[in-house]
């Protein structure tokens, strides 16, 4: 699996388990709010500045860039 979709899929799955615990409780604990606002900016500044912790963790775990 490339770079780009690995990172898509992490990215989904995470929302996903957060969305999840959300909407299962009726009282959410401010971290799980926290984190989704985490996201959410992390997505923004990655696209501003083209760098993403999780991309320099799979680097590391030898994940391929996509060859396009």
């Known amino acids: 699996m490339s770079m780009d979709r690995l990172l898509r899929l992490t990215s ?12 299962l409780k009726a009282d959410v604990h401010w971290f799980w709010k926290a984190f989704i606002v985490f996201m959410a900016l992390n997505q923004i500044q990655s696209a501003f500045t083209n760098w993403c912790p999780v991309v320099s963790l799979y680097r590391r775990l030898g994940v391929k860039e996509c060859p396009c």
């Open 12 to 23: 989904g799955s995470v929302l996903l388990v957060v969305f999840f615990a959300g909407i």
